[in-house]
């Protein structure tokens, strides 16, 4: 790519971006797990998580909405996931919706993982209090245990008229049946990329990263969803149809098998961003967006593919916590990216698939030369090749993530 843009922000301080992943934990995506069975665009899911100061009361019945009185709202999401100005430090699509609507935003980038998140604020859900956010962003999955746990508020769709902007595959999702408390944010694809200097002849099937020459420059990432997913994939698992132990741990064998050899050289979330900037890992599992914010803020070296057996797709959904006072004002924040032309500005910046009709055609005006962007607006046949990870029980979800961190050592 050639493209330089205003709206990219300026390369991170990789000792910031190291500090940060340090404190915050694993991951920044994960797959979604609730099937939605439509194909194409139908397979966009959602997902993350955030942080807060927890509120000093809990309630044990609704909470009551002070929008009226309390013109903010504050919302947590992941790194790089929001337009952002280098020259004037701030977001110009959230510094839109204040000034036109006189909330005051709140931002804050303190997702990581959605595991980490969750366990630092379950007691205060759990509660009834308010967790110091009014919006949060999380992964299908873990966005169905917020929904089947009762740590969301039900959304007012008449306060977010622009909701029937979203793409009518993604309107009836198994985790949250007629989108009643979840609404997508962003999706994206989990696949393989590679540094195109130091990896010439490029990468087709997740096999090619257990390649000698590549021995302890590989790194995947400590998303199950998707380490594992894509490892089944390669193994000739559909990970959105029916299969069971046998399947799973024979990928987990592979993973565990590589980690010991040392072909593996770390199991990493976000950072594993840095280490393709560094040099330290040539050919990673990696998300798609990610590998598009590199080459814009860096020489463009990188490719991302999905694998000849396919990728996995994952979403990130938008929630209002049980305990947020500010309810109408998030429902406001919600309409006001679910409008075409702001969101196909959001898609610009973070280049992952957006969920928003209308955005497409918006963008041929904003910025003609992403219309057609595979990684944003993906075609058919492209989501044909992109798979979801079958919805897991309980029991399963537990005992196949406790396996899956004994092998990637936590």
Not at 9 to 22: C, E, I, N, T
Not at 147 to 152: D, E, I
Not at 206 to 213: F, K, T, Y
Request: hydrophobic content about 40%; charged content about 20%.
């Amino acid at each position: 790519m050639t493209r330089s843009r205003p709206r990219r922000p300026a390369p991170v301080d990789p000792a910031v971006r190291a500090l940060v992943a340090a404190q915050r934990g694993v991951s920044r995506r994960s797959v979604l797990a609730g099937g939605l069975g439509a194909a194409g665009v139908g397979a966009l899911l959602a997902a993350c998580g955030t942080g807060g100061t927890p509120g000093s009361s809990g309630t044990s019945g609704p909470v009551t909405d002070r929008s009226e009185t309390e013109k903010v709202v504050r919302w947590a999401n992941w790194t790089l996931y929001l337009d952002y100005d280098e020259a004037t430090q701030s977001y110009p699509t959230l510094e839109r919706f204040s000034a036109e609507t006189g909330i005051e935003a709140t931002y804050a980038e303190d997702i990581e993982d959605n595991d980490a998140y969750f366990g630092k604020v379950q007691g205060q859900l759990a509660n009834g209090q308010d967790i110091g956010q009014d919006l949060v962003t999380l992964t299908d999955w873990m966005a169905g245990r917020m929904v089947r746990l009762g740590y969301t508020q039900e959304l007012d769709k008449a306060n977010i008229p622009n909701a029937d902007n979203l793409l009518a595959s993604l309107q009836d999702v198994s985790f949250d049946p007629g989108r009643a408390h979840t609404m997508t944010w962003q999706s994206g694809f989990g696949g393989l990329a590679w540094n195109t200097q130091a990896v010439p002849g490029g990468l087709r099937t997740v096999s090619d990263l257990w390649a000698p020459e590549l021995r302890g420059r590989v790194e995947v990432l400590s998303e199950m969803r998707d380490t594992v997913g894509l490892i089944m994939l390669d193994q000739g698992v559909d990970v959105a149809g029916e299969w069971g132990d046998d399947e799973f741990f024979a990928a987990l064998e592979v993973l565990e098998a590589q980690i010991s050899s040392g072909q593996i050289r770390q199991v990493k979330g976000n950072s594993y961003a840095e280490d393709l900037v560094s040099g330290d890992a040539l050919a990673v599992i990696g998300w798609s967006g990610d590998i598009t914010v590199l080459n814009f803020e860096n020489e463009p070296m990188w490719e991302f593919v999905l694998p000849e057996a396919g990728g996995t797709l994952w979403s990130d959904n938008l929630m209002i916590p049980v305990g947020s006072p500010h309810k109408a004002n998030a429902e406001a924040l919600i309409n006001f990216y679910y409008d075409p032309e702001v969101a196909a500005e959001v898609a610009a910046y973070v280049n992952y698939i957006c969920p928003v009709d209308g955005a497409q055609e918006a963008m041929a005006a904003f910025d003609p030369e992403l219309v057609d962007n595979e990684l944003i607006f993906p075609s058919d046949a492209t989501l044909e090749r992109a798979h979801v990870f079958r919805a897991l029980t309980p029991e399963e979800e537990t005992r196949y993530n406790d396996e899956f961190q004994a092998v990637i050592g936590n």
